[in-house]
């Protein structure tokens, strides 16, 4: 079977041909797809730099935009080449190397959770009212 003909074939079961019928509600269908897909891409990038899935809701958030919008579909190749590149890049680098990405990880979430105020809240459950924990941008807790 040819792409041709699995992606027709694709199009003819399911409930998209419903929505397609009608130029309202395939608009609706769209802009909801844009909607969630464009919040869970959001979240995946906040994410990346935190211990966890960050890479892996970005590619979640761009394949469900790829449901509707081809662009997404080429970022998603895009990405996902260079992520595999990265890693595999990584993976041949020395101890040092494997190292210095850690701790440039490592700083990068300690100044997101000092920028936040996680510092003083927890310096504040054990009673340190250190000036240098309180976030920069939300002040002082008093």
Do not use: H
């Not at 797809?33 to 590619?59: D, E, H, K, Q, T």
């Amino acid at each position: 079977m040819t792409t041709t003909e699995r992606e027709k074939t694709a199009e003819e079961t399911g409930y998209r041909p419903w929505f397609r019928r009608n130029p309202a509600l395939n608009l609706a269908y769209r802009i909801g797809v844009g909607v969630v897909g464009g919040l869970v891409l959001a979240g995946g990038v906040l994410m990346i730099p935190y211990p966890g899935p960050g890479w892996l809701v970005v590619f979640a958030g761009l394949a469900i935009l790829a449901t509707e919008f081809a662009w997404a579909g080429r970022v998603l190749r895009f990405a996902k080449r260079y992520y595999d590149a990265w890693v595999a890049w990584l993976k041949r680098q020395n101890v040092v190397v494997k190292a210095l990405v850690l701790a440039a990880t490592g700083l990068v979430v300690a100044v997101t959770c000092w920028l936040l105020g996680a510092f003083s809240l927890v310096g504040g459950w054990f009673g340190l009212d250190w000036a240098w924990l309180e976030s920069p941008i939300f002040g002082s807790r008093g």
